[in-house]
């Protein structure tokens, strides 16, 4: 598995289905078929844009903003610069042919310069570019090892005794992170322990053997000084996860995290006040929690918030907003006795007296303010709004909104909710789509009322439409109203869509994300037929026609589907989890299932109970499997072992395996978001309409 305010309905009329045969879905080639009413086409998908990470100057004259290519032109990131008066945005970076990921993570260093990160030639380095002209320039990074595995007793090949004296060189680093302090005097780098001559030769030799969780090589920080060039090291143990500024400069928050995959025995996370003028002696405040993860400082430097694993019992990664008083280090939890009935979703800002919290509630995604001990929620001028960022005197603010009709869209204003202007840059979409008519609709399961969108094609009101309900990961995951190219896609191609949110999703509360523990695939998929059964009887859908897809989490639940009911004449599985024991002992991290249902192997039972698999030998509904072979998070093996056991007990079953995709690529490539892989997301939804057209004709 993968861990992950108000009502807006839009208006539809409705109109008496039209009695005689249905519609067929459009069997043209989705690549090519643009309907008459103007969606997109499988091939319009791969020239979407998207951006991310808006960054305001301090003087809040000029906004940077990460722009992501779209899949046709490489899916590359580069940095644009918006003017706030509402001047048309100019792309700052370019990336040589030789660099197939781009520049990103752009941070103002003052006014007058930006710093961010790209690769060039062997590794990614940190990257200065003055505002008032010039070429961007690499910052040239060295540090003498202190980790250097081939100087070890026992390393192979065996050193020659004239080499037992050599002293090592400095060698250049590879930044994987970086922040800014407020005053620009000190940038916080987070940088992994580099590869030494020595081992180098090593690989070189194939003495290259992996003794597992044994890695010496830690991500450290180091203090640079951005006039100088120098940097000095910060005794903060590996693995540093993230920093944050005082808003004075003069000291900063450390969270560190033990190396070599400690988290997954136990939350490992430390947290460390390290001085500036002090970084070899940083300070450890033991009463932080070691779940902290996203922190900042108040405006006054007295306080740090930051969010951490919620005091109720709830899924890893559920969190509670707490404030650490920096002079006694005591901890209070702001949000726990305020039983928020949405999910905190990561995001915070700390301005003048008031607190900013990302806010996730039902299927809209905002902000949260806190005042004088109080959560207010904020809505925006969309459905979804995110990254938020502010100038130096929070006297303006940048923020990204976006709605299930509108692409991501860059806003200037006060605050969210006040009056915004939107920024001038590149368009999104290729063309403008047609608006998607998001519903967001409501049915009861076991006494609990289930929340979900509901989206239908123009000619929805005569005719019975084919549908597909569309399973979110997680569990602890949610739909909510965002810009998804998949869905006016397959809209386009005749399908209405329904996205579920079952109990175990965010966004409800407390009690309904954790309604699922050690029942998976039990009331959640309760839930989804309810669900499904409530759109059948109230909506124009036809009920011989009904398919259901899902990744990741989603995934695992098309494999429950699968076992348990033959409605659906098509199953789409990404990234499935299908046999609970084998995948907790090959996945990347097991802390978040072991919440559900513990170790597998004390809880034999109940892991098998809530593992697909073992409800294949009534498996009756053709079945798709999309897998990234470079998943580590729910590893190719799971379809693999799926595919079997399909193909042994005589049920249809395809599998696609996608080469070099993780978890997270394949996903984005399938949704219409720009990746590197030029074609394995057209390939995907071309794949899935085709296979649910072939199942809807017959066997």
């Given at each position: 598995?993968?861990?992950?305010?108000?009502?807006?309905?839009?208006?539809?009329?409705?109109?008496?289905?039209?009695?005689?045969?249905?519609?067929?879905?459009?069997?043209?080639?989705?690549?090519?078929?643009?309907?008459?009413?103007?969606?997109?086409?499988?091939?319009?998908?791969?020239?979407?844009?998207?951006?991310?990470?808006?960054?305001?100057?301090?003087?809040?004259?000029?906004?940077?903003?990460?722009?992501?290519?779209?899949?046709?032109?490489?899916?590359?990131?580069?940095?644009?610069?918006?003017?706030?008066?509402?001047?048309?945005?100019?792309?700052?970076?370019?990336?040589?042919?030789?660099?197939?990921?781009?520049?990103?993570?752009?941070?103002?260093?003052?006014?007058?310069?930006?710093?961010?990160?790209?690769?060039?030639?062997?590794?990614?380095?940190?990257?200065?570019?003055?505002?008032?002209?010039?070429?961007?320039?690499?910052?040239?990074?060295?540090i003498t090892p202190t980790v250097d595995a081939s100087r070890d007793a026992d390393a192979l090949p065996p050193r020659k005794e004239a080499q037992s004296e050599d002293h090592p060189e400095p060698v250049p680093l590879e930044v994987e992170d970086f922040e800014v302090a407020p005053d620009a005097k000190h940038v916080a780098l987070?940088?992994?322990?580099?590869?030494?001559?020595?081992?180098?030769?090593?690989?070189?030799?194939?003495?290259?053997?992996?003794?597992?969780?044994?890695?010496?090589?830690?991500?450290?920080?180091?203090?640079?000084?951005?006039?100088?060039?120098?940097?000095?090291?910060?005794?903060?143990?590996?693995?540093?996860?993230?920093?944050?500024?005082?808003?004075?400069?003069?000291?900063?928050?450390?969270?560190?995290?033990?190396?070599?995959?400690?988290?997954?025995?136990g939350p490992s996370a430390r947290a460390w006040r390290v001085a500036v003028d002090h970084p070899a002696a940083p300070l450890e405040w033991p009463q932080v929690p070691r779940t902290i993860g996203p922190a900042r400082w108040s405006a006054d430097d007295r306080e740090v918030y930051f969010l951490a694993q919620a005091s109720r019992d709830a899924p890893p990664g559920y969190a509670d907003l707490y404030a650490l008083d920096v002079s006694t280090g005591q901890v209070?939890?702001?949000?726990?006795?305020?039983?928020?009935?949405?999910?905190?979703?990561?995001?915070?800002?700390?301005?003048?007296?008031?607190?900013?919290?990302?806010?996730?509630?039902?299927?809209?995604?905002?902000?949260?303010?806190?005042?004088?001990?109080?959560?207010?929620?904020?809505?925006?001028?969309?459905?979804?709004?995110?990254?938020?960022?502010?100038?130096?005197?929070?006297?303006?603010?940048?923020?990204?909104?976006?709605?299930?009709?509108?692409?991501?869209?860059?806003?200037?204003?006060?605050?969210?909710?006040?009056?915004?202007?939107?920024?001038?840059?590149?368009?999104?979409?290729?063309?403008?789509?047609?608006?998607?008519?998001?519903?967001?609709?409501?049915?009861?399961?076991?006494?609990?009322?289930?929340?979900?969108?509901?989206?239908?094609?123009?000619?929805?009101?005569?005719?019975?439409?084919?549908?597909?309900?569309?399973?979110?990961?997680?569990?602890?995951?949610?739909?909510?109203?965002?810009?998804?190219?998949?869905?006016?896609?397959?809209?386009?191609?005749?399908?209405?869509?329904?996205?579920?949110?079952?109990?175990?999703?965010?966004?409800?509360?407390?009690?309904?994300?954790?309604?699922?523990?050690?029942?998976?695939?039990?009331?959640?998929?309760?839930?989804?037929?309810?669900?499904?059964?409530?759109?059948?009887?109230?909506?124009?859908?036809?009920?011989?026609?009904?398919?259901?897809?899902?990744?990741?989490?989603?995934?695992?639940?098309?494999?429950?589907?699968?076992?348990?009911?033959?409605?659906?004449?098509?199953?789409?599985?990404?990234?499935?989890?299908?046999?609970?024991?084998?995948?907790?002992?090959?996945?990347?991290?097991?802390?978040?299932?072991?919440?559900?249902?513990?170790?597998?192997?004390?809880?034999?039972?109940?892991?098998?109970?809530?593992?697909?698999?073992?409800?294949?030998?009534?498996?009756?509904?053709?079945?798709?499997?999309?897998?990234?072979?470079?998943?580590?998070?729910?590893?190719?093996?799971?379809?693999?072992?799926?595919?079997?056991?399909?193909?042994?007990?005589?049920?249809?079953?395809?599998?696609?395996?996608?080469?070099?995709?993780?978890?997270?690529?394949?996903?984005?490539?399938?949704?219409?978001?720009?990746?590197?892989?030029?074609?394995?997301?057209?390939?995907?939804?071309?794949?899935?309409?085709?296979?649910?057209?072939?199942?809807?004709?017959?066997?």
């Amino acid at each position: 598995m993968s861990a992950p305010l108000l009502r807006a309905i839009a208006p539809f009329i409705w109109c008496a289905a039209v009695a005689g045969s249905p519609p067929a879905v459009a069997a043209s080639d989705p690549q090519l078929l643009e309907s008459s009413s103007g969606f997109p086409t499988n091939e319009d998908l791969r020239h979407v844009r998207s951006l991310a990470d808006p960054r305001l100057a301090p003087d809040g004259a000029r906004v940077l903003v990460q722009v992501a290519d779209s899949t046709a032109e490489g899916g590359r990131t580069h940095l644009w610069l918006a003017g706030a008066s509402g001047s048309e945005a100019r792309q700052l970076t370019f990336s040589p042919e030789s660099d197939k990921a781009g520049e990103r993570h752009g941070r103002w260093l003052g006014s007058d310069a930006v710093l961010f990160l790209a690769k060039r030639a062997e590794r990614t380095q940190l990257f200065r570019l003055p505002m008032a002209g010039g070429e961007a320039r690499a910052i040239e990074l060295k540090i003498t090892p202190t980790v250097d595995a081939s100087r070890d007793a026992d390393a192979l090949p065996p050193r020659k005794e004239a080499q037992s004296e050599d002293h090592p060189e400095p060698v250049p680093l590879e930044v994987e992170d970086f922040e800014v302090a407020p005053d620009a005097k000190h940038v916080a780098l987070l940088a992994r322990d580099p590869e030494t001559p020595g081992e180098k030769k090593q690989k070189d030799a194939k003495a290259d053997v992996v003794l597992v969780d044994h890695d010496p090589h830690g991500v450290r920080l180091y203090l640079l000084d951005p006039a100088t060039s120098a940097l000095t090291p910060v005794a903060v143990p590996a693995d540093v996860r993230h920093v944050a500024w005082a808003h004075d400069g003069s000291q900063l928050l450390v969270v560190s995290a033990g190396p070599n995959h400690q988290d997954d025995l136990g939350p490992s996370a430390r947290a460390w006040r390290v001085a500036v003028d002090h970084p070899a002696a940083p300070l450890e405040w033991p009463q932080v929690p070691r779940t902290i993860g996203p922190a900042r400082w108040s405006a006054d430097d007295r306080e740090v918030y930051f969010l951490a694993q919620a005091s109720r019992d709830a899924p890893p990664g559920y969190a509670d907003l707490y404030a650490l008083d920096v002079s006694t280090g005591q901890v209070r939890n702001l949000s726990g006795p305020a039983h928020l009935a949405g999910a905190l979703d990561g995001e915070l800002l700390a301005l003048a007296d008031e607190t900013w919290v990302g806010l996730q509630a039902g299927t809209r995604s905002a902000y949260a303010r806190l005042r004088q001990g109080a959560f207010e929620p904020v809505a925006g001028e969309t459905p979804v709004i995110s990254a938020l960022d502010c100038d130096r005197a929070a006297s303006a603010c940048v923020w990204i909104g976006e709605g299930p009709a509108q692409p991501r869209t860059l806003y200037l204003g006060t605050r969210p909710g006040a009056t915004a202007a939107r920024l001038a840059l590149p368009a999104m979409t290729p063309r403008p789509w047609p608006d998607v008519g998001a519903q967001v609709i409501e049915w009861h399961s076991d006494r609990l009322t289930i929340e979900g969108l509901l989206f239908l094609p123009p000619h929805a009101a005569g005719a019975r439409l084919p549908l597909i309900v569309d399973v979110h990961g997680g569990p602890t995951g949610a739909w909510t109203q965002r810009f998804d190219p998949l869905v006016p896609f397959l809209l386009g191609q005749g399908f209405a869509v329904l996205r579920p949110n079952p109990r175990g999703s965010t966004g409800y509360g407390a009690g309904f994300v954790a309604a699922n523990k050690n029942d998976l695939g039990g009331g959640d998929y309760r839930d989804i037929m309810a669900g499904t059964d409530a759109v059948v009887a109230r909506f124009p859908v036809d009920p011989a026609r009904l398919a259901l897809m899902g990744y990741s989490y989603g995934g695992e639940m098309a494999g429950f589907v699968e076992g348990k009911t033959d409605r659906f004449k098509a199953v789409i599985s990404g990234a499935p989890v299908i046999d609970q024991q084998s995948e907790y002992g090959t996945e990347d991290e097991s802390w978040y299932d072991r919440w559900f249902y513990g170790k597998p192997w004390e809880n034999v039972e109940a892991a098998w109970r809530q593992s697909p698999l073992a409800g294949v030998a009534r498996a009756r509904s053709r079945f798709l499997l999309l897998q990234g072979e470079a998943d580590v998070t729910d590893p190719l093996g799971q379809s693999l072992e799926m595919y079997r056991a399909l193909r042994q007990v005589g049920v249809h079953v395809e599998l696609a395996q996608y080469p070099r995709d993780g978890h997270g690529q394949l996903s984005q490539a399938l949704h219409g978001m720009p990746t590197t892989e030029p074609w394995h997301g057209l390939d995907a939804r071309r794949r899935i309409v085709r296979f649910i057209e072939a199942s809807f004709a017959g066997p």
